[in-house]
């Protein structure tokens, strides 16, 4: 279950950055996800809350960003970010092009209740 894991980074991620900052209570939490990942936010969402049940995250709400695919043109050189897998470069037209973006996982914001 790749949506287990990617709930088990959050929670991880989490863990370091409450140890780094001495601690709190989790409000919300706000990740982005890359949509290349193939993750359904809601099934992430969904483990986030199994796991986190009966541990000091209980109750925390998970903000989940999908980010756009973003790729990047041999023919004409420009970036643009592609939806879905349409894998043409939506400037030229041109095949050539490789994702250089949008397979991250990334926790952008910590909310602590005050
Ligand atoms: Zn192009």
């Known amino acids: 279950m790749h949506e287990l894991s990617i709930a088990e ?3 991880d991620i989490i863990g370091d950055s409450l140890a780094r900052n001495g601690g709190g209570r989790v ?3 706000k990740v982005r996800i890359g949509e290349l990942s193939g ?3 809601e099934s992430v969402d ?4 199994a796991i986190t049940a009966g541990t000091s995250l209980d109750g925390s709400t998970l903000e989940i960003e999908k980010t756009h695919i973003v ?3 041999d023919d ?3 970036e643009s970010s592609v ?3 349409v894998f043409r470069c939506p400037k030229c037209g041109g095949a050539n092009i490789k994702v250089i973006s ?3 996982l990334q926790v952008v914001e910590i909310e602590l209740d005050e």
């Open 76 to 78: 004409c050189g420009k």
């Open 102 to 104: 949008g397979n991250e």
């Open 39 to 41: 993750v359904v936010p």
């Open 46 to 49: 969904f483990c986030f809350k």
């Open 71 to 73: 790729a990047l043109c």
């Open 83 to 85: 939806e879905g897998l």
């Open 9 to 11: 980074s959050i929670v």
């Open 27 to 29: 409000r919300s939490v």
